[in-house]
């Protein structure tokens, strides 16, 4: 991987799925988790995206972070039968995140599995080499 890759895979994790993703920055990988979050659920390949919605996280610890971000998809989608389809995180001046999702309803698209319970707030993240990486349990 080059400095300026982004990307996420999935992995089966005992009853459970391991998400992992990498990108330039902490906002990026974070949005690469997200992405690989909403695969496990529905396809969102090549559909428009219908409204903007406004995240926000507070400042924390970065795996805390990262459990809040996948939270706030989960609560979206379960809440308002919602998913995002775009979106773009940055770093807010008190070390939180922000940032808008394009989002869609959940009706009308392939739905490929269940929608998770949550995120693991135990999950992984570091920077090495100007890349970042994170791992989390999601509890299915």
């Known amino acids: ?19 992992e993703a990498w990108g330039p920055s902490r906002a990026r990988c974070f949005e690469e988790a997200v992405r690989a979050l909403v695969s496990t659920f529905v396809d969102v390949v090549e559909v428009p995206a219908s409204e903007p919605v406004s995240i926000s996280i507070d400042a924390g610890a970065d ?3 990262l459990a809040a971000v996948l ?5 979206l989608a379960d809440v ?8 773009t995180l940055e770093e807010s001046e008190d070390g939180g995140l922000a940032g808008v ?5 959940i009706d009308g698209l392939d ?14 993240v570091a920077e090495s080499g100007g890349l ?3 791992r989390v349990v999601v509890d299915i």
């Open 111 to 124: 739905v490929v599995g269940p929608l998770p319970k949550g995120a693991s707030y135990g999950g992984e």
């Open 1 to 19: 991987m080059n400095r300026g890759e982004a990307g996420h895979r999935i992995l089966p994790h005992t009853a459970d799925l391991l998400i």
């Open 80 to 87: 308002s039968g919602r998913v995002p389809i775009h979106l």
């Open 101 to 105: 999702l394009d989002v869609i309803a």
């Open 63 to 65: 795996n805390e972070m």
């Open 132 to 134: 970042w990486h994170c």
């Open 71 to 75: 939270d706030e998809i989960l609560f």
